[in-house]
């Protein structure tokens, strides 16, 4: 039996259990107060993110109960249950950011347990912060029912003094103030008013990206993906997802119908138009794995070739999603890719509609009143942002955001740590200087273990004024909010014996985004003889979900999954 005949069981089987089980089935439902005729409806699950964790997800209540209302209008049955999160922008930089990739993995089990387990029909996920994205794409992948994901929404930006503030503003003033530039005072109130309220981190950050890509994905709404929590027409989508859902049940429309190679491309070409995060490369990586669609760190490359960056949306440009949303949203940005060539417009999607029959009404041409989203011709840069360096530092492929830099190559004495806090205080104290290369490893998959992000010393960076002058490597990963010359994923990573174990304070390394090359300029015999002798580190957990992690984790390279036997 094939994995998708596997997971594809018919539900309606359900219907037809033998006589005993089939009447205790019922006899639990009945308990929950549901009537003769609801067991001709379907069953549908509603995997609900909310928590009182973070911002990201404490907006996501209203927008589950939304859901539930449109299921039960269009004639369905809501199964509500929970799936959790880990806030990455309040475990960063501390033990606790190892747990946010293991999370995408417990969120995809939690939707996949349940929606085999109980033989919905059908699932609606919501969700907001970062894994909540990957990790219900996953889930929902793997139990193959029709289902449609709704993003909890943007956060509104944050003022101060003049200035639109969003969560990456508060690490980067942790810089300038270590550096001198900014006073107590400024840093106290950038941190207090940075975070207005419910929402995900408001710039083209790894939730936005991610909810971008599954809107050209075809597997959200249009439009739905820059819409900021707070508004009211984020529930009116929540419920009219919804009532869309039914209808996909209805046709039997189910995610392995809509996520094929040429969907990805389209929500890659996306990632790159808008300048995402490169936490999306990991991701998709992850999400092909789990569709059964074979996809490499190749293709990315083969796709940035050809899509320019088309709008000018933070880390490395000016504006937020919120901006993106009153110039027209996801279906704009596809539009001008559409009429470019450069998307496949007759993908499918949750709708039933193609790409192309979802963008009729959509203007050719972003309007002239705003400057968000650019025309191909005026393109901020001709090719895309997210650059795969490959060379002897990184055989199998590294991770590298190139926008927003003047000149992306450095060659510099390496900085070695083998944590990410003794990097960080090294930063704050004065000790890292243009031209260095940082190096922080074993921190990857198996090594962090969780392949944790690197968004403090990155912040740091950028704050103290070295952002362009200071290179950065690690096996680890960068925020969604990170830019400058930083190289990520770096595999294979220090823990699995990949060269980055074997850096010495001092050697040259050389970044070129340009040649796509990064390498440490050393010589083979002393690698080898700095190769001898040399054993994994012991792990750092050894019961639990980490140590699951570690054990079973793929190289960055293939996504960082736990299934790829």
Known sequence: MSDSQDLAINRRSRNITEGKSRASNRSMFYGMGYQESDFAKPMVGVANG??????????????????IEGIEEAGGNAQVF??????????MGTEGMKYS????????????????????????VVGGCDK???????????????????????????????????????????GQNAAGKLSDEDLNEIEKRAIPGTGSCGGMYTANTMSSAFEALGMSLPYSSTMANPHDEKQNSAKESAKVLLEAIRQDIKPRDIVTREAIEN??????????????????????????VEWTLDDFERIRKRVPVICDLKPSGKYMATDLHRAGGIPQVMKVLLNAGLLHGDCLTITGQTIA??????????????????????????EGHLAILKGNLSPEGAVAKITGLKNPVITGPARVFDDEQSALQAILDGRIVAGDVMVLRYLGPKGGPGMPEMLAPTGALIGAGLGESVGLITDGRFSGGTWGMVVGHVAPEAAAGGLIAFIHEGDSITIDAHALKLDLLVDEATIAQRREGWTPPKPRYTRGVQAKFAFNASSATRGAVLDDY
């Not at 929970?82 to 475990?91: A, F, H, L, V």
């Not at 293991?102 to 109980?118: F, P």
């Not at 490169?278 to 992850?286: E, G, P, R």
Request: charged share 15%; net charge negative.
């Open 50 to 67: 909310h928590s009182t964790i973070t911002p990201c997800n404490s907006g996501l209540q209203k927008l589950a109960d939304a859901a």
């Open 82 to 91: 929970g799936t959790p999160t880990i806030s990455d922008g309040m475990s």
């Open 101 to 124: 990739l293991v999370s995408r993995e417990v969120i995809s089990d939690c939707i996949e347990t349940c929606v085999q387990g109980q033989w919905m029909d059908g699932v609606l």
């Open 132 to 174: 909540n994205m990957p990790g219900g794409m996953m889930g929902m992948l793997r139990a193959n029912v029709p289902s449609i994901y709704v993003y909890g929404g943007t956060i509104l930006p944050g003022r101060y003094k003049g200035q639109d503030l969003n969560i990456v503003s508060v690490f980067e003033a942790v």
């Open 267 to 292: 929500a890659v070409s996306v990632i790159m138009a808008t300048g995402g995060s490169t936490n999306a490369v990991l991701h998709f990586l992850a999400i092909a794995h789990t569709a059964g």
């Open 357 to 382: 029959e979802t963008l009729a009404d959509v203007p050719d041409v972003p309007r002239a009143d705003q400057d968000v989203i650019r025309t191909i011709d005026r393109a901020l840069y001709s």
